[in-house]
């Protein structure tokens, strides 16, 4: 059967993914594409399940007919155990956000860091890399700071406020980009660290809709400074208004989102996505309040 006639059933697993915009993101590309496609979030809140049943839900797809899933928090490290190969970048970052179903294999892959890579390439090209500083170095943060140092970066500062967690993580990358410096540090230490940053990445959760605020005293950025977030909800955070007020060039989350769906769809499908197309569905949703 080729890959245009073939059917695919896709799952997010993970907590709070009911109102996920990757589902209608694939859905729609798929229809572009003349696929029978259906993605379905498969919230573990709702069906009384933990981040440790991950691979329990897996077989259960399998065994259900599932071609894929998307893993989100809190199992892109727990799914790790359950997956017969895991790609060379997804070993490297130590997370899997996809999981292909072939041959009744588990094979995993991490589209963030790819995803990340697309949004700094497309959105921000050319945004200098000297050093750069990171916000947040959990969930997604791990695999954007990889992103950021495989485009380039040269020195890297990563802030979390729970210090065991960004040395953990500087450690382990300065094992991978040697001819890098990273370095780990706590949120007080940032206001001595712009003045040395060529860019900003928020990669913590202050900016979401049920984490209002910024994630750092913008007076003290400038219009030397390029300011991303990997937040999409809202797409136009409150520190990305700031920094554009400054002066500053800006990436929203949106790119990412974006960047991480396109990898995960052509994984699935084989088959190259339009990705400006899949930009314009998801701004559209975010407009509409979906």
Request: with cysteine; proline share 6%; charged share 20%.
């Given at each position: ?18 109102p ?28 009384g399940?933990?981040?440790?049943d ?64 697309y949004?700094l390439?497309?959105?921000l ?49 300065t ?40 994630p ?15 937040i ?24 990412m ?13 084989g ?17 509409a309040?979906?």
């Amino acid at each position: 059967m080729s890959t245009t006639t073939q059917s695919y059933l896709v799952g997010l697993i993970g907590d709070g993914v009911m109102p996920s915009l990757t589902p209608p993101m694939h859905e729609a590309e798929a229809d572009a594409h003349g696929l029978r496609y259906l993605y379905r979030p498969i919230d573990l809140t709702e069906i009384g399940k933990e981040g440790k049943d991950v691979g329990e839900l897996l077989r259960a797809g399998a065994m259900l007919g599932f071609n894929a899933f998307n893993i989100t928090h809190p199992c892109k490290q727990l799914v790790l155990e359950h997956l017969d190969e895991i790609s060379e970048e997804a070993r490297a970052i130590g997370a899997v956000n996809t999981v292909l179903i072939r041959d009744g294999k588990f094979h995993g892959y991490n589209t963030d860091a790819s995803g990340f890579t697309y949004a700094l390439a497309n959105g921000l090209p050319g945004a200098a890399l000297d050093a750069v500083l990171q916000l947040g170095v959990g969930g997604a943060g791990s695999a954007v700071a990889y992103a950021l140092l495989a485009s380039g970066a040269k020195e890297l500062f990563l802030v979390d406020p729970e210090p065991s967690r960004a040395t953990e993580r500087a450690d382990t990358l300065t094992a991978q980009f040697p001819e890098s410096t990273i370095t780990a540090h706590t949120p007080a230490d940032v206001p001595a660290l712009l003045p040395r940053a060529s860019g900003v990445l928020n990669a913590s959760p202050i900016g979401m809709h049920h984490h209002p605020g910024v994630p750092l005293d913008v007076t003290g950025l400038n219009a030397g400074h390029w300011v991303a977030d990997v937040i999409y909800r809202p797409v136009d955070t409150e520190l990305l208004k700031a920094a554009r007020a400054l002066g500053c060039q800006t990436l929203d989350g949106g790119h990412m989102a974006v960047g991480q769906a396109v990898d995960a769809y052509r994984i699935i499908t084989g088959l190259a996505p339009e990705a400006p197309r899949m930009r314009n569905h998801l701004l559209e949703m975010l407009e509409a309040g979906l």
